[in-house]
């Protein structure tokens, strides 16, 4: 895995962030690795794993490069996951062993331009037409826009409530699926982000995922799990924020102020590696972990995003030199802090289970 | 203690901030996208005496107050950080002039750039010596009634459009710091290079040059103070530019938070506009907090350089070290307010988050702030 990271993404990071570039090279490697099907079970053409060498996964991919990083992680979690949860038979032999292989990269489309942290409010329709569905609508900041062959998409087939919310799988081939806006971002420069429009879509029944109105729960499901990649992203650049840091003072004269600033920038690495490794082994021996996998997002994220600043200040007027990983990581960071749930959302969540 | 402004500072304040939200906003964007020096700013700033803010009446200039400066400097990062360096450089450029500069020196050098036909900078830092600035390898020979300047130097401010450039240099290489003295390079007579502009996180739109000095030749008349008086100016230079930092800083923390505080009055989920969620209104109420909080350092600091304050070193520091590291935070957390849409370059708060990145480290990193300040402290 740390060869793969290292051996074959690390060296495209910096290209592929300054070209805005899809790194093509590094998911074709990770699917020839098995990465993309780490959590499918071999019945399948997974790898069988559990949440824990999924999130260790992701953290060694991010460490090397954050963009390759958010592709496999939406790929594998929210973009294939909810099969295994919530998919029925046919459906899982049917786009399991493509997703598995990487034949099929994998997305999740649920936030739309007026429903960000309130994901019950979803717009997008879908309508009963014969046995199936018409879906119309347009979803945004959708990881692996243009590059999936799976949209799960989450959209409205009754009641304006979060009970009326149905989820569905969606081929990027099938008609009236269109790439509006690609967006151009802070960082995440190599992941494509952007808008999906969905113009009378017919989905056939058998590509619901899970019962009618149960499209919220799958979503939420999803995102609980969703968040232990997250926390293994922002994992792997928080290492890189200190590895990088650890080199560049090996190589410089260093003073108290700079180690202090490092020992605690280690301290509350192994903190919020700890905190996610907690949430992922929950997760992986079915015990409940909402709560866990929450705060190992928010704690994770922020300590990625604050690693990433502290990182660039030692490195100084160099590290903000287009090309720098010091600069690339403080980009990348940010995005963590907002996707799969603000850290506004997970506070909310946290809050919420304690409350219970 | 006065906190009012001169009804004098009010009006070049109203000034520059009608100027800037009309001519300056529209543009920051593209400023940043192109990554291109915005020279009709330039001239703007120029052609409305923004330029001449850093000096005084007898030397053609329209204030010379610190205070002013800020003011200034404020308005202009609130819409574009990389704008605010054209009017920050011209003032940190001008300083050495200002301070060191004999009365002789003062009339003849600063008229030009008081009237903005010509705009500073100052050239200290180079590849070996960024905070330990007595390390410097650029030397300077003298040669009957001129220098002979050979080395180069890195991460120059505006190095690559300035007309007069202040250049720090050893005169005598085995002294350290004491050898060190200061000119002011006048760029028809005495010419150089600047080879390369390096691409950055933020403030795209401010050239950052590496400059070249192959046997530049400098009339004796432009050395400031005495030989070997340079490092002293170099320091007393930045201890009055700091502030300015400072104002920078605070200028790019307000733009963020006046975009993100409108945003989160309109974004509605859940029924109704964010900003009625407590959790969102703690954000703001700190925001709005931490900027007041630099507001007043960073004037008490300005108000110091005008009075020249016995302790005007460290209130410098202490201004630029809180101003920048507030910078840093509010507009990170001001993307966060808006979320998804905050990360995308079709909104404003990402690049004023990577603009705030450059406040924490330049004219002395924050850790040479906290030196500087300890250094205060245990005199």
Redesign the interface.
């Known amino acids: 895995m740390r060869e793969l990271a290292q051996g074959v993404i690390q060296p495209l990071a910096a290209e592929v962030d300054r070209d805005h570039r899809f790194p093509e090279e590094a998911v074709k490697a990770a699917a020839e690795a098995g990465l993309l099907g780490v959590l499918i079970p071999r019945e399948y053409g997974g790898a069988g794993l559990d949440a824990l060498a999924f999130a260790i996964c992701i953290e060694e991919i991010a460490q090397a490069c954050a963009s390759s990083a958010v592709i496999v992680d939406v790929h594998t979690s929210v973009g294939s996951e909810p099969m295994l949860l919530f998919g029925t038979e046919d459906q899982k032999r049917k786009w399991l062993p493509k997703l598995a292989s990487g034949e099929l990269l994998g997305a999740f489309a649920l936030?739309e331009p007026?429903?960000?942290?309130?994901a019950a409010?979803l717009k997008m329709s879908a309508r009963r037409k014969g046995g199936g569905y018409v879906l119309n609508g347009t979803k945004?900041?959708i990881t692996n826009i243009g590059r999936a062959g799976l949209y799960i998409v989450f959209a409205r087939s009754g009641e304006e409530k979060a009970a009326g919310i149905s989820a569905f799988l969606v081929p990027s081939n099938a008609e009236g699926v269109k790439v509006g806006q690609v967006?151009?971002?802070?960082?995440l420069n190599g992941s494509p982000?952007g808008e999906l429009v969905l113009e009378d879509v017919e989905v056939p029944a058998e590509n619901r995922l899970g019962a009618e109105g149960q499209g919220f729960t799958v979503a939420m499901r999803a995102l609980d799990s969703g968040r232990i990649g997250i926390s293994g992203q922002a994992l792997g650049i928080a290492q890189a924020a200190v590895d990088e840091s650890r080199a560049l003072l090996a190589s410089r004269g260093r003073d108290q102020?700079?180690d202090f600033l490092l020992a605690d920038m280690a301290t509350r690495l192994e903190s919020a590696r700890l905190l996610a490794y907690h949430a992922a082994w929950l997760c992986g021996a079915g015990r409940p972990f909402t709560r866990q996998a929450s705060m190992a997002k928010l704690h994770c994220t922020d300590t990625a995003?604050q690693l990433a600043?502290d990182a660039?200040?030692l490195a100084?007027?160099e590290?903000?030199?287009?090309?720098s990983p010091f600069?690339r990581h403080?980009?990348d960071a940010?995005?963590l802090?907002?996707?799969e749930g603000?850290?506004?959302v997970q506070?909310?969540v946290v809050a919420r289970d304690i409350l219970r | 203690m006065d906190f009012e402004f001169s009804e004098e500072q009010i009006a070049i304040r109203d000034t520059v901030r009608e100027l800037v939200q009309d001519r300056v906003a529209p543009r920051a964007a593209e400023i940043d996208a192109k990554a291109e020096y915005p020279k009709d700013i330039e001239k703007l700033f120029a052609d409305n005496g923004i330029l001449g803010i850093p000096f005084p009446e007898q030397y053609g200039g329209i204030s010379g107050s610190s205070v002013t400066i800020c003011m200034a400097v404020e308005e202009i990062a609130k819409a574009c950080a990389s704008s605010s360096l054209i009017l920050a450089v011209q003032a940190l450029g001008s300083y050495p002039i200002l301070v060191a500069g004999s009365e002789e020196q003062k009339k003849r050098l600063c008229p030009p750039l008081a009237s903005g036909e010509k705009v500073a900078a100052y050239a200290l830092?180079e590849t070996g010596s960024?905070?330990d600035a007595a390390a410097m390898k650029t030397v300077a020979k003298r040669h009957g009634n001129e220098y002979v300047l050979n080395g180069s130097k890195?991460?120059i401010t505006g190095g690559s459009v300035a007309g007069t450039l202040v250049v720090f240099a050893q005169t005598d290489p085995g002294a350290d710091h004491r050898g060190i003295s200061a000119f002011v390079l006048e760029r028809e007579s005495s010419p150089w290079k600047a080879p390369k502009l390096?691409?950055?996180?933020?403030i795209r739109g401010s050239p950052?040059a590496e400059l070249v000095f192959e046997d530049v030749k400098v009339p004796v008349a432009n050395r400031l103070g005495e030989e070997g008086a340079g490092f002293k100016i170099a320091l007393a230079v930045l201890d009055r530019s700091r502030p300015g930092i400072g104002a920078q800083a605070l200028g790019i923390a307000e733009g963020a938070f006046d975009y993100a505080l409108n945003y989160v009055k309109e974004r509605?989920?859940?029924?109704q506009p964010?900003s009625s969620f407590q959790?969102?209104q703690f954000m703001l109420a700190d925001i709005a907090t931490q900027i007041e909080a630099a507001r007043h350092l960073v004037y008490r600091a300005a108000t110091k350089v005008d009075t020249k304050a016995p302790d005007l070193t460290k209130i410098a520091a202490m201004a630029k070290l809180f101003a920048s590291d507030m910078a840093?935070k509010v507009t990170?957390d001001c993307?966060?307010l808006l979320?998804?849409y905050?990360?995308?370059?079709?909104y404003p708060v990402?690049r004023m988050?990577?603009d705030a990145?450059?406040t924490?480290?330049?004219e002395g990193?924050?850790?040479i702030q906290?030196?500087v300040i300890a250094r205060a402290l245990l005199k």
């Open positions: 936030t007026a429903s960000g942290s309130d409010s945004v900041f967006f151009t971002k802070m960082g982000t102020g700079d995003m600043i660039l200040q100084g007027d590290g903000t030199i287009s090309g600069d403080f980009r940010k995005a802090q907002i996707y603000s850290n506004q506070r909310l | 830092s960024g905070s890195q991460f390096e691409h950055k996180l933020g950052t509605k989920q859940f029924g964010i959790g969102i840093m990170t993307v966060q979320g998804g905050g990360y995308i370059s079709d990402e988050m990577r990145k450059i924490q480290i330049y990193t924050n850790q906290r030196v």
